[in-house]
């Protein structure tokens, strides 16, 4: 069945090459599409970062080289390449007038497949096809080296081993053999046609990335290696090749994160966009739903690892939002750290932490705002959550200990306030709500709250499993609940909680009784009405937030 | 008589241009991009460079004026932009000066940095002057002829 535009285009190769030009300057965006349509080639533009991402990642199948040039004002772009490769694994050719080394460097580093230095040729411009072509050689080598049918697997994400047990090798054959007739008809046609080779490129499905994350955790992040790692995934099909290059991108994202998080904001970062003026003004949103059946992997993690995520803002929100928040998994710790706080009136901070284990019955999902998909509401109805405990220090951190024998992990609040806090939070665990599942812990809050943060004391976290929302109430007079709204983080990556206000008389005083309710979740991003691209919506807003 | 006077009244401003390093290279691009599909290509884009340009060296200006201390970071951006919009049409003057101011700026020497700044909202007046007679002349000596190189 072939797709009479597809081979015409194929024929043609490279004219009709589908680029995406970004450039903010007007004048540049111009000439590069006059000259990009001279090469005979189908060019879009657009003039920021942000609506390049968004344009790709609804036409996802739509383009096949992605040029930008590096000082973007909404998004730094190297930021724009990092994603590109991560999510859409396309080519990007970097543009600048800036020719010095370390930034030809850096663009190098971040995946660029070339740096063009600004005034750009039209002979320049003639050649972008080599790396489109390039890449498309690259990917017929991994398949001609692996096992065919299972590419099939890899090509179309993993949806359809969402709920099943991976491990399962039935399952897993059963997929194969519906994909083999796809592969065959493929197969012939690569070398000759570039541009149906689209098939055979690695999607790194939201699934496939969790178990990338789950390996290098288990790891350990200093010891890993494309191939430990890609034994560790056991996935068929997929070549060290696939995994050094997704490794590469990684650890960039991760360093380039951890710079973030110390603070060193270059001015290329954009600030928080959710940073609102209301410091003082918050409460917790969060719910964590248990997933059914669910077999969280373990990872026996020391005390010292610590997964902690990071909130920067106080938002105003109205109170039934809630969001889920991804749990990653680390053997060791794998720290965002909580960035210092450059004023006094500063944002408060927000640490989320999470990982559970345990099996629960159906999460039942309400409908999300369509135009805040980070809005999401879970409402559990499991039952089996074991209560955890929480524990206070004098250094106002209470930590939750989930005191069941299968779950290892701590959760520990920490609460911290600009101003002196003269009540030291106590979280108490209340009794198990049996209608919902919930389990909360009261601390006798009544001070202004700088900050929350949580940490998971034990490192466990079964990542692609978890989702997790911290839910708190707001004072008993108020019928209403406050939840803490979360960005989840995909694999290991820190986690972002906005906290949000319920009530805008109360504005200096925080709610008297803080419930958390820690619930488990799973898989919510694929319970979620946007099934996997849910996560990179969030990937990038949070990515965004730093 | 008077067509072939023009012609050549046009050959020379422009080769003074690129003489006097006002334009550079780029222009030349420029007009080889220039085509039947779009042929008011040059103008357009020189316009288009000239508006957004001037919304730049606003933005400098007002960035200059500000209270100490004195962002300089900021200052380099806004000057970085220019300096690459300078390049799309050629600007080399004006290129050339945003470098300058850059420099200066790094150095954190403001009052070097007004002086330059000065001097790239001359160099942008002139060039914008000059080619606003470059292209009132190509229009009255007629079509638009395909580029060509001083020296040829």
Redesign the interface.
Known sequence: MENPLLSARAEAFPAGLRVLVVD?????L??LE??LR?CSYEVTTCSLATEALDILRERRDRFDIVIS?V?MPDMDGFKLLEHVGLEMDLPVIMMS??GETSRVMKGVQHGACDYLL??V??KELRNIWQHVYRKKMHEVNIETHSFGEDINILCNGFEDLEDRNLTDGTELSSVRKRKDVDYKDLGDQELNDPSKLKKARVVWSVDLHQKFVNAVNQIGFDKVGPKKILDLMNVPGLTRENVASHLQKYRLYLSRLQKQSEGNCS?DISADPINTDNKGNFALKSSISIPKESVLTRHVGTTESLTQGIITDVHVREIKRTLPVGVSESKKALVGEIPSTQKASSIPQLGVYLSFEKSAPNVEEKACDPTTPKDFMQYPKQENLDAFSCLTNSNHQASFDLSSSSVTSVISATFTNEKDLNNPCEMNPAPADPRNGHFSATPPVACMIGSVSFQVKHGIVNSHDIGTILKVDGSPSKSTDSYIDCTHNQGCFPITCELSSNSETESDSWPDDLHLFAQEHSNWFKDSETGGEYLYDHFDEYLFAW | MECSSLHRQLAIIKKNLFDQGFLDEQFYQLEELQDDASPNFVEEVVTLFFRDSSRLLTNIEQALREKHPQDFHRLDVLMYQLKDSASSIGAAKVKNECTVFRELCDKENLEGCLRSFQKVKKEHAILRQKLENYFQLQRQVGPVEKATRSGN
């Open positions: 903010d300057d007007p004048t540049w111009k000439i006059k000259m001279k040039d000082n007038i800036d600004k005034p040729r039209m001015g």
